[in-house]
């Protein structure tokens, strides 16, 4: 690209890093340059609405299964795989030098969101959040985490489908018997069935698929393993969170939830396209 075709000045921000009411773009067509921290199907529609506009981005993601997720995008944006911490992250800023960030992570994911937003700081960028709503609502028994869901499971009988990834799939080994009991559900990825191969779950208790899944497909393997518990996180639409209870409803199994951890405020799919557009001058 040739030099100057990359965005002149900025309008100023609120805290939020947001164009106060009624700032205007300096004058003409911007081309804005974007660092997007992705991985989920979130960061796939973000990567899909930024598509048609005038800017460049670049689009960060953890994992091959994240590299899947953008599949027939990246020839579109500079795709970079990788895990990083908050220097690495510092490392990639100052190398793509930005105009905005955009957080699209998973919900869940406390400490890589935490990282983006102080390298973002750290580099004075401004930094959105993409929200993503949530699906739980009253009725439903909501746990703090992963080794308090373990505890209430104490007190379960029958199977268990742990809908809840790896990360703390160690609090569950807590459960007695738990080899017998448990069905943990986890990406079809080497490093997620050898995690659970370490912690001692048989190999015909691991479920190793990619949603989100159908209320079909849920309620298929609820009935297949005679689970009686399901325990999952609320991923809101995008996470197929309402197809999961359903299933559990259909099946007659009882719901335990990992409440969502408290996080930054932020802007919905549409919402940050639209702010986007406008500060692209289209």
Known sequence: MAAGAFPVQVPGEDERGLPPAGAASSGGLRRLRLLVFAGTGDGRRLAEGLAGLPLEAAVSVATEVGREELAGLAGRFRLIVGRRDAG?????????????????????A???????????????????????????????????????????????DGNVLLATGTKDLAAYT???????????????????????RELGFPSGHI??????????????????????????????????????????????????????????????????LRLLAREAGT
């Open 88 to 108: 690495g992250m510092g490392e990639l800023l100052r190398e793509i030098r930005p105009d905005r960030v955009i957080d699209a992570t998973h919900p869940y």
């Open 110 to 156: 406390v400490e890589a969101g935490r990282n983006i937003r102080r390298a973002a700081a750290a580099a004075g960028v401004a930094y959105l959040r993409l929200a993503r709503p949530p699906g739980a609502g009253p009725g439903l028994r909501l746990l703090a985490s992963a080794r308090e869901a373990a505890q209430a499971l104490i007190e379960t």
């Open 174 to 196: 807590e459960v007695p018997g738990y080899p017998a009991r448990l069905y943990p559900r986890v990406l079809p990825t080497e490093e997620a069935i050898r995690r659970c």
């Open 207 to 272: 479920i190793a698929l990619r949603g989100p899944f159908s209320q079909a497909l849920n309620l298929a393997l609820l009935e297949q393993f005679a689970i009686r518990t399901l325990v999952t996180k609320d991923g809101g639409e995008a996470g197929g969170f309402a197809a999961k209870l359903a299933a559990a409803e259909a099946a007659g199994a009882a719901v335990l939830v990992i409440g969502r951890p408290p996080g930054v405020p932020g802007l919905g799919l549409e919402e940050i």
